[in-house]
């Protein structure tokens, strides 16, 4: 650390750093400017700037944007719209979970709840996918609320699949409160629920954007679940499905498909702009506490 | 602990709980004479439903009492999370580990079969290959992501110039999801990869369409995608390696090497365990490069004496074109089943052994 650096190899590891760092972006880069060519152009020569331009580009936004199989502004309003709700929902409910189990902890029902929670974080998606959605169909036939195709479905589905880590890394962190701040505030007369979203909840506001981070970044770039409960060709798409699909349809116009590539990956590189250390920080902590 | 009477109303509690009840009774009372309940139009079973059990709970929130209000507090916290769970997670993996000894076809049981399902998957060769080729691939991973995420986290915490933007520069690939990503690298294998090889020898044929390269093709992928991750895990280990411990080393006159291996590395073991548990779990779910990559694709031309199709493809993405693809989905499940019993398996075994190894350290 505080010995005398060489200048040279100083320079060696910047070089070499420069180096990855044009590997790791050279696909982002082969993105974007294919996205500007037509398919010949990316055919004769898909590494140079031989016909990139602006017109081609709003060229093929325009068709991928428009094409039924996208419909972009569809599939984006869908992935925000069950993203923010799964968010919301995971952030509050998770919450009040956590803490009636975190300060019932030397009860015998809390203490199972918390186990099953933990050991439920191994099962891999792929054993409950199946039955979860026979379940769904069955169950929302039965009742007369739609669980399939339909938004309150999945989001449901995210509230159910995100709740053990979300209570697992809130847990961690209530602890941490001391229990003396609820004795004080019951002393002045709050009720238990004024307790929890008067005093425990705003405190809680760093580990919630953790654990918003986390879930924020797996809903918003899930697969498997949404292709499952939403299927390909349904009313309701996500991004990633919408992006299957349209591939799925139109093999190898490279345009379309890195046109389709660079508006999906468009929203997220910029929230990451906004947000890079809090989502950094939020990435570590998730798998330091995890 | 003395709580004060809680904000009871015993009007509004009566209301709330009678017309929950009566609304969930009469939802219920539909559901089960299938029947749907038109009012306004529309059905309203599913709205009666969700509106009498929101009422159930608002009029025992209302309800005066001193001794239990804490405790239908706790019911009321826990339960919208614990019923989603329940149904999402609890109920279908116990259907599934019991739909997995019967011929389920995703929407009635006709015959239980035993073990049928069981015995059927180890006498199909394309699930042995989808097997072995999983753990050499988490086998494969496990040891290129830590080796280069570690590497990398090195050369981020040297001194050098604008290590911020090469931190972020790294993580970068890591927002985006596999499906997107497997498209682009497939572009990239398939279009510039290809252009490459046919000018230096002639070798016109994509990386993708070969087995062995395919399966190159997936771990350069996954490498490229996860070791930014993994990096800024180190990078946190190694900051928090007390400076007086590397001043001590320097001022005994240690090498570079001999600071890194006699120090650094037993100083992070605990982020060493973290890191392989990660990529060792992430690995063996990878589903979605694999769909858009290569799809599973690849022939064998002899394996356990049969031609096989299926060469890259990994255990989730077989157990997702059994059920969903091929529409066998007891054989599916039961497919599922066994992934999650070597899942859960190997993972505990890696945390016991690396955990084991940091006490030694």
Known sequence: ?290 | MEYKISNGNKPLSLVCLIAGVVMLISALVCDFAKKSLMLFGSDCRGAFLVLGAVGIFLGLFFFPTEKHHRKIINIIFLFPLLFAFAVTVIIPLVLGIGYSFTDWDGIRVKNVVGLANYTKMFTQPSFIWSILITFLFVLFNMILVNLVAFLLALLCTSKIKGMGFFRAAYFLPNLIGGIVLGYIWQFIFSNVVTKWTTALSGNQYSMLSDTKTAFIAIIIVYVWQYAGYIMLIYITGLNMIPLDVLEAAAIDGASRLQTLFNIKLPMIASTITICTFLTLTSAFKMFDVNLALTNGTGSIADFMGSYLTNGTEMLALNIYSTAVVENKYAFGEAKAVLFFIILAIVSILQVKITSSKEVEL
């Open chain 1, 1 to 290: 650390m505080h010995r005398k650096e060489k200048s040279s190899s100083v320079a060696i590891r910047c070089i070499i750093a420069v180096l990855i760092s044009i590997y790791v972006l050279f696909p982002f880069f082969l993105v974007v400017i294919n996205s500007c060519k037509t398919t010949q152009d990316i055919t004769a020569n898909p590494i140079g700037f031989n016909g990139v331009g602006i017109g081609q580009l709003i060229q093929n936004l325009s068709d991928v944007i428009n094409n039924t199989h996208f419909l972009f502004w569809q599939a984006f309003g869908f992935s925000v719209l069950i993203t923010v709700l799964s968010l919301v929902l995971l952030a509050v409910f998770g919450g009040m979970a956590a803490w009636v189990i975190c300060r019932n902890n030397r009860k015998k029902w809390s203490m199972v709840i918390y186990f099953i929670f933990i050991a439920s974080m191994i099962i891999p998606f792929q054993v409950v996918m199946l039955p979860l959605i026979s379940t769904f169909r069955d169950v929302g036939k039965f009742v007369g609320i739609p669980m399939l195709q339909s938004v309150p479905g999945i989001v449901f589905a995210y509230l159910g699949f995100g709740g053990a880590m979300t209570v697992f890394i809130l847990n961690g962190f209530i602890k941490g409160i001391p229990f003396e701040l609820e004795e004080a505030a019951s002393i002045d007369g709050c009720y238990p629920e004024q307790t929890f979203f008067k005093i425990i909840f705003p405190l809680l506001t760093p580990v919630i954007t953790t654990i918003t981070i986390l879930n924020g970044m797996w809903i918003w770039n899930d697969y498997l679940l949404p292709s499952m409960m939403l299927g390909q060709n349904g009313a309701v798409k996500t991004l990633p499905v919408a992006v299957q699909a349209f591939v799925g349809s139109y093999v190898k116009q490279w345009n379309m498909i890195l046109a389709a590539a660079l508006l999906a990956i468009v929203p997220m590189v910029i929230v990451f702009l906004v947000a890079q250390k809090q989502i950094m920080n939020g990435m570590i902590e998730g798998a330091v506490k995890g």
